[in-house]
T-cell receptor, first 113, second 116 residues
Framework: GENVEQHPSTLSVQEGDSAVIKCTYS??????FPWYKQELGKRPQLIID?????GEKKDQRIAVTLNKTAKHFSLHITETQPEDSAVYFC????????????FGSGTQLTVLP | GAGVSQSPSNKVTEKGKDVELRCDPI?????LYWYRQSLGQGLEFLIY????????KSGLPSDRFSAERTGGSVSTLTIQRTQQEDSAVYLC??????????????FGSGTRLTVV
């Protein structure tokens, strides 16, 4: 089955700096890679996703890149703000069968004011 | 409903007791998933229901765990003879049928289970 590794487990950045979280996956059949943000005590919420037919996707201050050959993908947050502080989870799946997402172990991002 | 509803939001139970956790997915969503999130950990897959197909139970950690989905809608996760290591947040998520073009789960708020 799929295995997703996520690094780092914790990340602290100064407000305004950029943050990068990296994930690798094992199953070359995976073609869907979402990122979830989970604020303290709240449910995970989808913030951005990418499919294997594109290499990069942006949404305002958030971007995700995908390297299919190397089987890794990354989340980039620019101009970080205190409200970006949360746990971020990457995930991978083969979307053709609606099978379950395999999640990374999460990154606790802290944006220092 | 507008979102995925889970109940109870919090449950404290004594070791050895049975518990039932409920998930009410978004209306019309055919896929339903249960995940477990231990303190400071990632999301561990437990079980997956897709329409009328047999559920994928490959993530259930032991035979004390079971789940059912009645009428293709509400799901109940049952933990028998609870142990302290079962303490975690149990998250439910649902997904619309059109998995080819939209695959974002919608999560419920979870049930925080504490076994004392």
């Amino acid at each position: 089955g799929e295995n997703v590794e996520q690094h780092p487990s914790t990340l602290s950045v100064q407000e305004g700096d950029s943050a990068v979280i990296k994930c690798t996956y094992s199953d070359s059949a995976s073609n869907y890679f979402p990122w979830y943000k989970q604020e303290l005590g709240k449910r995970p919420q989808l913030i951005i996703d990418i499919r294997s037919n594109v290499g990069e996707k942006k949404d305002q201050r958030i971007a995700v890149t995908l390297n299919k050959t190397a089987k890794h993908f990354s989340l980039h947050i620019t101009e970080t703000q205190p409200e970006d502080s949360a746990v971020y989870f990457c995930a991978a799946a083969f979307s053709g069968s609606a099978r379950q997402l395999t999640f990374g172990s999460g990154t606790q991002l802290t944006v220092l004011p | 409903g507008a979102g995925v509803s889970q109940s109870p939001s919090n449950k404290v139970t004594e070791k050895g007791k049975d518990v039932e956790l409920r998930c009410d997915p978004i209306s019309g969503h055919t896929a339903l998933y249960w995940y477990r999130q231990s303190l400071g950990q990632g999301l561990e897959f437990l079980i997956y229901f897709q329409g009328n197909s047999a559920p994928d139970k490959s993530g259930l950690p032991s035979d004390r765990f079971s789940a059912e989905r009645t009428g293709g809608s509400v799901s109940t996760l049952t933990i028998q003879r609870t142990q302290q290591e079962d303490s975690a947040v149990y998250l439910c998520a649902s997904l619309a049928q059109a998995a080819q073009n939209h695959y974002g789960y919608t999560f419920g708020s979870g049930t925080r289970l504490t076994v004392v």
